[in-house]
Each structure stands twice: as structure tokens, then as C-alpha cells.
């Protein structure tokens, strides 16, 4: 059991001390050029003006939350199915990033909404999909806060995630079948049918910007996450050492 | 739930409540906690302050430890020990400790800054005994002192039980084992026809 | 020797924001019941800005409900309530400090993310000022008042859907008051104090009655 515990951590450890600064290095570089070519080199929206450069940390974000839900899937399969010692811990680290992430699609969605729709919350089919996709994160977040024992919480945890996936098209299909019902055309489409290729590259390039930011939040939150486990561990020793009698079993009642 | 059930107990005595599972060792305990109303009779305690009811002076060593998993255990005793009100009586001498100081006689002293849901059912168990050790109370109610505890925690609880009886205490504990204490007094609790019988041990 | 009050709602607060504490997914519920309206009802702004202060109302009296259950029985799960009844302090006291803490804790969460909220619900600044304001004057009653539900539903093991029923009806003046005052805030002639203040007189009398009832429920239930 130990060794299962710790033998890949240990691994992983090393690998992230090496790995951390070149990829930190990278996603700073990347958010210079991107950010630099989305405020000075893309063109403004001859209708939105400058409103339209919100896109650009807008779509990369709403891109994350995604791709945060899908790592947290592949790693509750890694929980469930390969019983990889890791993979329990990258759920639980890439969740609040996730959630960031979502967070910040919904505030910068609600921000560009303001000029776009004249107010800052429209149920609009995409921004509704994207809230119960942040409500399915926290729920998770708070599924694992209530247990003490992350191995219990992580089973669990990776349970809801892998039904929160095949649910996620179904949410998707019902919000847009539910608000076409009600409002025939969202007032602005951003998939246009042509994207201008001064948009596309600083789009690519923050997209990338934010894709490895993730990479690098997400590392440094397991390596948190395994030393946090490590100090768990420490300290259920620590209880159970320089006791009087040996009768009394080393484990934790709960 | 009692009959013609009368006894008395002096300070520096213990009394050791015997008898039949369900009996109701466990409900005169909580009766005398003040926990469970009485239908007819009085408790009385002679030599301390009228206006408070009784049970204010005890504590009561129940089944359940009364200890959060989530606070610490140095949070969990302190909370005990600012919480619970002490009581003083005639001839008791109330003798109190710091929280670290009883969690380090009880031997979990190491254990302080950890939360208690790390600690063993024996350990919580001891933890809760501290309790009793941080705030002065003269009558000590205990059920079941010695369950979950070893050999060594038992001897450590009967030199504890004994240092409170010699410092004028009063314990009314129930029990299945028999308890090496220094001063004794034994209710045998029966069922039909005579509902209880006081034998003076000492 | 610190100042036990003090002590108790220190303890009970840390209670809730720890692992295994219910602080913020009240919150969470709260959102959730917000989310799930639209797709009852629409999504039609207008709509859902004229019925807003009453859906965060619901929202909210519902999220205080669910959180409630808790408040005594996990006390007596473990024994903590039979101590408390033995500590010698009074009662009632315990009772409305624990309530104050389980408020701060839960209610005070809900009186935060209600501007939040209210832009989903497109409510105009009056009217988010004047739902918040009047969900930080109100949500304590809806606490008093549950404190009742759950030391009377405190010996039951699935006592919160009692709960819930036993404190809605005696939620009622609260939620009625509340909603009157922010429409008044909203509506121009109509005063906005008139149905704040009794709002507040709503709170004050709970926090009277709520641990009275609540200290004498618990007495018994010890038995």
C-alpha cells in the first residue's frame, strides 16, 4: 500500500521540478505575444469596436472549461478503471482550476453581453450551458471537501465526474433545444463564417497562452496536493506514534 | 423506570452501579445528569450552592466522546474547558489542569495541534476523559468508564478516579468489570420484586 | 479563562467553514435553485426581473432550510448536546449564539452572492439593493424561526424534510415582508421603511421567541 503511494509520487515530484519552470517560462512568453498581438495588432470590430477584444480572453477560457472537464474525465477513468495512484489527485487539482476558468468565461461573456445585449445576463444558449457546467464544478469541489479520507472522496468525486460527461452533450442539446424555444436567434453569433485571420492568430495564441497556463496551474496544484496527502499521512503517524499501549490500532476511527 | 430506589453517597466514595444489561444503569446516570427528568423523588446534594440544580456540579463520562473530528484536539478540549461552567462544593478540593498539561498525563499530549479525526477510538476516548480534568466539578458520572481503553489506560483512569475520590470528589460510575478503586460503595440494580438493594462495601 | 460565548461561536463557526462544514454549500444551492428557474419559467428578462426579488427570496428561504438540520443534530450525534444541557450556562443563550454563528456561516453567504444572483435574474441596482438588504434584515428570522424545526426534529434521523415542513408556514410573515419591501423599493410611491421595519421587528421577535422555543424543545428532547 505505501509503496503504491509513494513510489509514483516521488517520480512525479522530480519530473515537475524539472518540467514547471521551462513550461511557466513558456506560458509567460506566450501571454506576451498574445496579448500583445490581440490588443494592438488585431483590427477592431467595425460594429463592436474595441468591445470585440474581449474575445480574446473570452473564447480561450470558454475553450478551458472544456478541456478541464475532459482531464478531470480522463482522470476519474485513471481513478476508477486503471486505479493509477495519480489520477485522483489530478481530478481533484484540476477542478478548481476549472472552475476558474468557467468563472471567468461567465464574467467576461457577461461583461461583453452588456454592449452586445444592453444587459449582463442573457440565457443565452451558450452562457447557460456554461453556468451549469460551473454549478457541476463546484458541486464536485464541494463533494470532495466533505470527506476527510481523499482516497473515499476521489472514487466518489470520479464517479460524478464520468456521469457529469455523458451528461454534459445531453445539458448542452436540452439548453439549446430549450432556448430555441424561447427566443428563435441569439441576437450575436461569434461563429461567424469566416474568421478574419488577424483574429484567428491572436486567438490561436492566447488559446495556446491559456492551454499551457492550465498545464502549469494544474501541475503545481498536484504537486500541492500530493505534498498535502504526504503531510496527511505524516500526521495520522504522528497520532497513532509514542503510545503508551500497542493495543490501540493505529487507524483513524473515520 | 426506578422503584423504591434510595441511596446516598459520601464525598471521597465511589459508587459502583452493577446489574442486568437494561437494567438502566445507563438511565439513572443520565438521570442523575439532570439528561432525563424525574417523574417523583429529589436529588439532592448536601454542602453546596442551593440554586444550582445538581447536575451542574457533575460531569457525565458518557458512551459517545462529545469530540469533533474537524477541530483539533487542543480546540476540542479548550472549548470544554471555557465552556463548561465549574462548580465548587464543601469539603472538595478542586484541583484543575491546563488542557496540554491533562492531554499529556493522559499520554496523547503529542496529539495537541492534530485534528482528532486522525485519533484512534481509544485516543478520542481519553481525549474526552480530559475533559474532566481541565474543569472542576465534584461529582463525576460515569458509564462505562474503561470501554475502549487498554490495560495501561485502565490502571491510568483508576489512579485518576482515585486521586479525585482523595480529593473529596464523588463518582457514581456503572460498569461490567470489576473497578480496583480505593473507596467503594455498591448499588446492585434487579429487576422484580424489590427493585433495588444497597450493600455497603466499605 | 476566555468568554464562553465567545468560545462557542468561534467553535461553531469553525465547525462550518471545515472540512465536513456546510457554510458554503448553502450558497451553492442557492445558485443552483436560481439556475433552474429559467428553465422552468423562460427566459424572458422581463419576466424574470419583475419576479426576481421573489425567486431570490424562495431561493434563499429554501437554501437557510436545508442547512438547518444540522444545527443541533450534529450536537447530539456525538454527544455534544447532552454536555451542553449539563455546562451550566443558560440555555437560551446557547441556543441564539449558536444561531448567530449557523447565520454567519450559512445566511450571511446567501445575503453576499444575492447582487450576483440578482444580474442573472436582471434585476436593476434598486432593486438588488433592496433584495440584499432586506435578505441581511430577514434571513436571521428564517434562522430563529428553523432553530425551532430542528431542535424539534433533532431526536428524528431524517428530521429535514419535517423540518422543512414545520418552518415554512412560520416563515410565511418573513417572506412576505421581505418581497413587500423590495417591490415598495422598486415601486416608486409606495414607502420602502414601512415594510423593512417590520421586516426587522420580524428578526428581532424570533431571536426572542426562536430560542425560547428551541431551549425548551431541546429539554425535552434529552430525555
Given at each position: 500500500m505505501a509503496f503504491w503511494d509513494y513510489a509514483n509520487p516521488t517520480r512525479f515530484l522530480r519530473l515537475v521540478?524539472?518540467?514547471?519552470?521551462?513550461?511557466?517560462?513558456?506560458?509567460?512568453?506566450?501571454?506576451?505575444?498574445?496579448?500583445?498581438?490581440?490588443?494592438?495588432?488585431?483590427?477592431?470590430?467595425?460594429?463592436?469596436?474595441?468591445?470585440?477584444?474581449?474575445?480574446?480572453?473570452?473564447?480561450?477560457?470558454?475553450?478551458?472549461?472544456?478541456?478541464?472537464?475532459?482531464?478531470?474525465?480522463?482522470?476519474?477513468?485513471?481513478?476508477?478503471?486503471?486505479?493509477?495512484p495519480l489520477a485522483d489527485v489530478s481530478a481533484k487539482a484540476a477542478a478548481p482550476i476549472g472552475a476558474a476558468f468557467t468563472f471567468m468565461a461567465l464574467v467576461t461573456g457577461s461583461l461583453w453581453g452588456k454592449p452586445m445585449w444592453g444587459t449582463y445576463w442573457e440565457w443565452d444558449a451558450r452562457l447557460t450551458s456554461v453556468l451549469v457546467l460551473f454549478i457541476m464544478y463546484l458541486g464536485l469541489m464541494t463533494l470532495w471537501r466533505t470527506?476527510?479520507?481523499?482516497?473515499?472522496a476521489g472514487k466518489a468525486a470520479a464517479v460524478l465526474t464520468l456521469v457529469g460527461a455523458l451528461n454534459l452533450p445531453i445539458i448542452?442539446?436540452?439548453v439549446d433545444w430549450w432556448n430555441t424555444l424561447h427566443q428563435p436567434a441569439s441576437v450575436f453569433r461569434f461563429d461567424g463564417p469566416t474568421i478574419h485571420p488577424d483574429i484567428l492568430w491572436p486567438l490561436l495564441v492566447?488559446?495556446?497562452?491559456?492551454?499551457?497556463?492550465?498545464?502549469?496551474?494544474?501541475?503545481?496544484?498536484?504537486?500541492?496536493?500530493?505534498?498535502?496527502?504526504?503531510?496527511?499521512?505524516l500526521r495520522l503517524r504522528a497520532a497513532s506514534a509514542a503510545q503508551p499501549g500497542p493495543a490501540a490500532a493505529a487507524q483513524p476511527a473515520e | 423506570m426506578f422503584q423504591d430506589l434510595t441511596f446516598s453517597v459520601e464525598s471521597g466514595t465511589a459508587l459502583v452501579v452493577t446489574g442486568a444489561n437494561g437494567i438502566g444503569k445507563s438511565s439513572l446516570l443520565r438521570t442523575l445528569a439532570g439528561l432525563v427528568a424525574l417523574t417523583s423523588g429529589t436529588i439532592r446534594l448536601d454542602g453546596a450552592d442551593e440554586d444550582k440544580p445538581p447536575h451542574e456540579f457533575a460531569h457525565y463520562f458518557g458512551h459517545q466522546d462529545a469530540v469533533k473530528p474537524a477541530l483539533s484536539v487542543l480546540e476540542n478540549l479548550g472549548f470544554w474547558q471555557s465552556f463548561a461552567a465549574p462548580a465548587e462544593a464543601e469539603s472538595y478540593l478542586a484541583q484543575t489542569m491546563t488542557p496540554i498539561g491533562a492531554l499529556d498525563l493522559l499520554g496523547i499530549g503529542h496529539t495537541a495541534h492534530l485534528p482528532?479525526?486522525?485519533?484512534?477510538?481509544?485516543?478520542?476516548?481519553?481525549?474526552?476523559?480530559?475533559?474532566?480534568?481541565?474543569?472542576?466539578?465534584?461529582?463525576?458520572?460515569m458509564d462505562e468508564p474503561t470501554s475502549a481503553l487498554d490495560k495501561a489506560s485502565e490502571q491510568q483512569l483508576l489512579d485518576l478516579m482515585d486521586r479525585h475520590l482523595a480529593g473529596g470528589g464523588l463518582i457514581v460510575t456503572a460498569t461490567h468489570t470489576k473497578l480496583a478503586l480505593a473507596r467503594t460503595q455498591a448499588l446492585h440494580l434487579e429487576a422484580q420484586p424489590v427493585a433495588a438493594s444497597i450493600a455497603e462495601d466499605d | 479563562m476566555r468568554n464562553w460565548a465567545l468560545v462557542l461561536f468561534q467553535r461553531d463557526l469553525q465547525l462550518s467553514v471545515r472540512i465536513g462544514g456546510s457554510a458554503l454549500v448553502g450558497v451553492l444551492f442557492f445558485l443552483a435553485v436560481v439556475t433552474v428557474i429559467p428553465f422552468g419559467i423562460g427566459p424572458d428578462l422581463n419576466l424574470l426581473s419583475r419576479i426576481g426579488p421573489g425567486l431570490l427570496w424562495i431561493g434563499a428561504l429554501l437554501a437557510t432550510l436545508l442547512g438547518l438540520d444540522?444545527?443541533?443534530?450534529?450536537?447530539?450525534?456525538?454527544g455534544t448536546l447532552d454536555l451542553i444541557l449539563m455546562a451550566g450556562r443558560p440555555l437560551e443563550v446557547v441556543v441564539l449564539i449558536k444561531c448567530l454563528a449557523?447565520?454567519?456561516?450559512?445566511?450571511?453567504?446567501?445575503?453576499?452572492?444575492?447582487?450576483?444572483?440578482?444580474?442573472?435574474?436582471?434585476?436593476?441596482?434598486?432593486?438588488?439593493?433592496?433584495?440584499?438588504?432586506?435578505?441581511?434584515?430577514?434571513?436571521?428570522?428564517?434562522?430563529?424561526?428553523?432553530?425551532?424545526?430542528?431542535?424539534?426534529?433533532?431526536t428524528l434521523r431524517r428530521g429535514g424534510l419535517l423540518l422543512a415542513i414545520l418552518v415554512i408556514p412560520l416563515a410565511v410573515p418573513t417572506l412576505i415582508f421581505g418581497v413587500s419591501a423590495t417591490d415598495a423599493a422598486v415601486r416608486d410611491p409606495v414607502p420602502f421603511m414601512t415594510p423593512f421595519l417590520i421586516l426587522c421587528a420580524l428578526s428581532l421577535i424570533a431571536a426572542v421567541v426562536g430560542p425560547i422555543a428551541s431551549a425548551a424543545a431541546l429539554r425535552f428532547a434529552s430525555d
Open positions: 521540478q524539472v518540467v514547471l519552470p521551462w513550461l511557466a517560462g513558456l506560458c509567460v512568453g506566450l501571454f506576451a505575444v498574445g496579448l500583445y498581438m490581440s490588443f494592438f495588432v488585431a483590427p477592431e470590430d467595425y460594429q463592436q469596436g474595441d468591445t470585440v477584444r474581449i474575445m480574446y480572453i473570452h473564447v480561450p477560457a470558454a475553450w478551458l472549461c472544456m478541456m478541464c472537464y475532459s482531464v478531470m474525465t480522463i482522470s476519474s477513468l485513471g481513478t476508477l478503471v486503471w486505479k493509477h470527506m476527510d479520507d481523499p482516497i473515499k448542452k442539446f436540452s492566447m488559446a495556446f497562452a491559456f492551454t499551457t497556463l492550465f498545464f502549469v496551474l494544474h501541475l503545481m496544484a498536484m504537486r500541492n496536493e500530493v505534498l498535502r496527502r504526504r503531510v496527511r499521512s | 482528532t479525526a486522525y485519533l484512534s477510538a481509544g485516543q478520542k476516548r481519553r481525549l474526552s476523559l480530559a475533559r474532566l480534568l481541565v474543569t472542576a466539578r465534584p461529582i463525576w458520572l | 444540522r444545527l443541533f443534530q450534529a450536537d447530539r450525534d456525538d449557523h447565520w454567519v456561516g450559512t445566511g450571511l453567504p446567501l445575503v453576499v452572492a444575492a447582487p450576483f444572483l440578482g444580474i442573472l435574474l436582471n434585476l436593476d441596482p434598486v432593486a438588488t439593493a433592496a433584495v440584499t438588504a432586506t435578505l441581511f434584515a430577514g434571513t436571521p428570522a428564517l434562522t430563529l424561526i428553523g432553530a425551532i424545526g430542528a431542535s424539534l426534529t433533532v
